[in-house]
């Protein structure tokens, strides 16, 4: 099946330090969304990425979509604590299956 | 606004009991997804509705599980007889239509114990 794998599985970072997680898959992706799951609570939309090499900025996030579509990469600069969470990436496969395909996620913890 | 509505936000049973876990999306989302997370293996598509029809179960364990949705602000996800390795958060998220570059809205999850 699809697979989309996400690394690191955690990172543990100083505030105000820079954070990358990076997703990958297998096969050519259709679209690619960015989720954020906060401890204890449920996974949260963040952004989708649709054309081959876009990049979109939230504040400091900066979400990138690679140019063959097989990888995403979410850059966050100067982490806060309010960062500290999961995030996941989920993209669609070109065929085959008709749902989102989530990746492992990444831990995020952002020492104050 | 109201969000994805789920209940109930926990649930300890013993093994072998009926589980019933229950859903209701956000009005006017045609598409309705069932998910279970745990550590070991993060977040799983159970299965998923459109227009209240299942369109894609291949993400259900076994035959333990069952989803209906028997009407568009509705849906329940059973499982029976339950067993400890069941144990997990269960979410439910809506989408305004299944197309695969809607947002998912999930629900704030049902934990799971089967002891």
């Known amino acids: 099946g699809q697979q989309v794998m996400q690394i690191p599985q955690y990172q543990h970072v100083q505030e105000g330090e820079d954070f990358t997680t990076y997703c990958n898959s297998s096969t050519t992706l259709s679209n690619i969304q960015w989720y954020k799951q906060r401890p204890g609570g449920h996974p949260v939309f963040l952004i989708q990425?649709?054309?081959?090499?876009e990049v979109k900025k939230q504040k400091r996030l900066t979400f990138q979509f690679g140019e063959a579509k097989k990888n995403s990469s979410l850059h966050i600069t100067a982490t806060q604590t309010t960062d500290v969470g999961t995030y996941f990436c989920?993209?669609?496969?070109?065929?085959?299956?008709?749902?989102?395909?989530f990746g492992s996620g990444t831990r995020l913890q952002v020492q104050p | 606004d109201a969000g994805v509505i789920q209940s109930p936000r926990h649930e300890v049973t013993e093994m072998g009991q009926e589980v019933t876990l229950r859903c209701k999306p956000i009005?006017?989302?045609?598409?309705l997804f069932w998910y279970r997370q745990t550590m070991m293996r993060g977040l799983e598509l159970l299965i998923y509705f459109n227009n209240n029809v299942p369109i894609d179960d291949s993400g259900m364990p076994e035959d333990r599980f069952s989803a209906k949705m028997p009407n568009a602000s509705f849906s329940t996800l059973k499982i029976q007889p339950s067993e400890p390795r069941d144990s997990a958060v269960y979410f439910c998220a809506s989408s305004l239509t299944g197309n695969s570059n809607q947002p998912q809205h999930f629900g704030d999850g049902t934990r799971l114990s089967i002891l």
């Open positions: 989920a993209g669609k496969k070109d065929t085959g299956r008709r749902a989102l395909t």
């Open positions: 009005s006017g989302h045609n598409s």
């Open positions: 990425l649709v054309k081959s090499g």
